[in-house]
């Protein structure tokens, strides 16, 4: 059992010595100043970090497609039919912004617009309410921004 031990102990020592041996080659000192480093970079590194921020770009695209923000609920109640004039009513009325129907038992929601701010949404809740004039509220909810309104990924730190 000894024996197999200071076998195994011997080779433990000779891989210590033989990894903290200089295997890299020899190091050449810059001819100026030994105190100088020179690095020297392969040009397609740069294309790689160019074509991860495009891969960056567009997998995180999505996420950054849906942010908080506002919308304004018109309508709720378990009436069906109510709802869906509603719905009807604002998309011709209103036919830029994008109407949400949303089924909570036993009520049905309908919530029009992606405001970024809640002014903006208080804004609209005027001009909406001189068709439903009452049970009108602004709700912070998750909006969908247009592709055109979506954030650049940061590039300035490759």
């Keep these: 059992m000894y024996k197999l031990l200071l076998i195994i102990l011997l080779l433990t020592a000779r891989m210590a010595v033989a990894q903290t041996s200089d295997s890299t080659g020899p190091m050449i000192p810059h001819p100026a100043d030994s105190s100088t480093v020179t690095i020297l970079k392969d040009p397609r590194i740069d294309q790689l970090v160019r074509k991860q921020i495009e891969i960056n770009e567009a ?11 506002w919308r304004i ?21 209103f036919p830029d912004w994008k109407a949400y129907l ?16 809640q002014e903006e949404a208080e804004d609209a809740v005027k001009q909406i309410s001189r068709i439903f004039p009452s049970g009108i509220y ?16 940061d590039t300035t730190n490759p």
């Design 102 to 117: 949303l089924y909570s038992s036993p009520n049905y929601k309908l919530r029009v617009g992606n405001f970024k701010t």
């Design 138 to 153: 602004v709700i912070p909810d998750v909006i969908e921004l247009k592709l055109t309104d979506l954030p650049k990924a």
């Design 73 to 93: 609920q018109v309508i709720n109640s378990p009436d069906r039919s109510k709802v869906f004039a509603a719905k009807a009513t604002m998309l011709q009325e």
């Design 59 to 69: 997998t995180t695209r999505d996420s950054r497609r849906y942010v908080q923000g």
